[in-house]
T-cell receptor, first 114, second 112 residues
Framework: EAGVVQSPRYKIIEKKQPVAFWCNPI?????LYWYLQNLGQGPELLIR????????DSQLPKDRFSAERLKGVDSTLKIQPAELGDSAVYLC????????????FGEGSRLTVL | KQEVTQIPAALSVPEGENLVLNCSFT??????LQWFRQDPGKGLTSLLL?????REQTSGRLNASLDKSSGRSTLYIAASQPGDSATYLC???????????FGQGTRLTINP
């Protein structure tokens, strides 16, 4: 069974440029999460989807960050414009609500903003 | 607000030793607790998940315990190996909210 797939794995951009990350969850998982992980820190939730509905986006900086999960399957996280402080790893995870809430993570997308 | 703390932040031990990693959380109203492993530059790999009604879970050389009343969990690693070197993160799922709150992790180094 394929795991959570994320792309790109690495992205280097200059500040003020836009960037987008893509995530394809495990097949059948209806809940999808985007987490932000800074160096040496634990991940922090940005947004959680149940199917196509964003049910928790309280930590998403909405002035520059946006996300979508149009058909309740894959998802895109966008930053526009990127700032130096956005350099981090963006992790996607998925779970099936009926499966004890266990989360499975992708490899992450490492963003460097110059 | 749920806070998760992991102590120590870093640990270095010789190969073959048994060791314990600690995790504490401030709010006992959790749905479950999950331990993860993270290798440098990689994503998180789920190691063990303990339901709030359970006391412990075992997988191979790993044993995780949960004491909700005291807000603590431990991850026991038996007969450590250099391949166990990684960062170990614990996270709790808050009751009523399907999201994980993470600790900052313990960076473990096993010396050959």
């Amino acid at each position: 069974e394929a795991g959570v797939v994320q792309s790109p794995r690495y992205k280097i951009i200059e500040k003020k440029q836009p960037v987008a990350f893509w995530c394809n969850p495990i097949s059948g998982h209806n809940t999808l999460y985007w987490y932000l992980q800074n160096l040496g820190q634990g991940p922090e939730l940005l947004i959680r989807y149940e199917n196509e509905e964003a049910v928790d986006d309280s930590q998403l900086p909405k002035d520059r960050f946006s996300a979508e999960r149009l058909k309740g399957v894959d998802s895109t996280l966008k930053i526009q414009p990127a700032e130096l402080g956005d350099s981090a790893v963006y992790l996607c995870a998925s779970s099936f609500l009926g499966n004890s809430g266990e989360l499975f993570f992708g490899e992450g997308s490492r963003l460097t903003v110059l | 607000k749920q806070e998760v703390t992991q102590i120590p932040a870093a640990l270095s031990v010789p190969e073959g030793e048994n060791l314990v990693l600690n995790c504490s959380f401030t709010d006992s109203a959790i749905y479950n607790l999950q331990w993860f492993r993270q290798d440098p530059g990689k994503g998180l790999t789920s190691l063990l998940l303990i339901q709030s009604s359970q006391r412990e879970q075992t997988s191979g050389r790993l044993n995780a315990s949960l004491d909700k009343s005291s807000g603590r969990s431990t991850l026991y690693i038996a007969a450590s190996q250099p391949g166990d070197s990684a960062t170990y993160l614990c996270a709790v799922i808050i009751q009523g909210a399907q999201k994980l709150v993470f600790g900052q992790g313990t960076r473990l180094t096993i010396n050959p």
